[in-house]
């Protein structure tokens, strides 16, 4: 097994196989995290996705390489973003054509702007769609080009991230977060079946809200429905709750969840 480590701008632990299938082909899964005060938010959730995901390309990595690799790299007091990335590892040209392969780990750790956390989000409506058959869809792989140009599109128009829709025209999720929609007591999720990626902190928030007596589905939910919540969250695992105040033309009630963010900001060590 192939181990790359990068702390901020410092320079790779080890020289990266040019002939990468996740180089070459995004032949890989990725996993992002928040790490607070030399601790990883969410560390077992974090890790179960990012095994599962392995699993689902057929991706040999054990839990202990990444474990390992995760509590070497995560040394130093503060906030911070880990992203650990794993590839198929090297292999001959060809979408199928490599022999027992060795997958390389990737860890790379960045400090986190604490400012970015529950900041209120805008957010555009993407012309690019979400297949939620796809692989690409169900499972947090390194073909990303989708998301990247739909959040590149969002930005030059002034916005912070993009809304996508599914292929049948339907609320899946941002390019980057989850979504999530209040009407009332009652808050909803779009369901990984209408193209919605299964967030570690998505799970976390349906639990915490159901908790918290509201009344909370993963339910579908139309455009002309999301035009009529009180309220709509965008969650990832860095930004965590950002209450959104813009979709396209439409403003919102961007006042968060106060008894949840603070529970959030214990639970992290904040």
Not at 55 to 78: T, Y
Not at 183 to 194: A, D, L, M, N
Request: aromatic letters at 4%; proline letters at 3%; charged letters at 20%.
């Amino acid at each position: 097994m192939i181990i790359l480590k990068q702390v901020a701008n410092q320079a790779m632990s080890h020289p990266f196989d040019l002939t990468d299938r996740g180089l070459l082909l995004a032949d890989g899964v990725f996993d992002t995290s928040l790490v607070a005060n030399r601790r990883v938010f969410l560390r077992e959730a974090h890790l179960d996705r990012l095994m599962r995901d392995t699993l689902a390309l057929d991706i040999h990595c054990d839990r202990p390489s990444l474990e390992a690799l995760m509590d070497e790299i995560v040394q130093d007091a503060g906030l911070f973003a880990l992203r650990l990335t794993v590839t198929r590892g090297a292999g001959g040209r060809g979408l199928t054509g490599i022999s027992e392969s060795v997958p390389t780990l990737l860890a790379r750790l960045d400090a986190l702007d604490p400012a970015r956390q529950f900041s209120p989000v805008t957010l555009r409506t993407a012309a690019i769609t979400r297949n939620p058959d796809s692989v690409t869809t169900r499972h947090k792989t390194l073909a990303y080009t989708d998301n990247i140009m739909a959040a590149r599109h969002a930005l030059q128009a002034g916005h912070d991230d993009a809304l996508m829709l599914n292929t049948q025209g339907r609320i899946a999720c941002a390019s980057s977060a989850n979504i999530f929609a209040r009407f009332g007591k009652r808050i909803v999720t779009p369901p990984v079946s209408e193209g919605a990626l299964a967030g570690v902190m998505r799970a976390w928030l349906l639990d915490a809200l159901s908790r918290s007596g509201f009344d909370v589905a993963e339910a579908a939910i139309s455009v002309s429905e999301l035009a009529n919540a009180e309220q709509v969250f965008a969650t990832n695992s860095l930004r965590l709750i950002a209450p959104v105040s813009l979709i396209d033309d439409q403003t919102y009630d961007d006042t968060h969840l106060g008894a949840l963010v603070d529970q959030l900001k214990v639970a992290i060590d904040m």
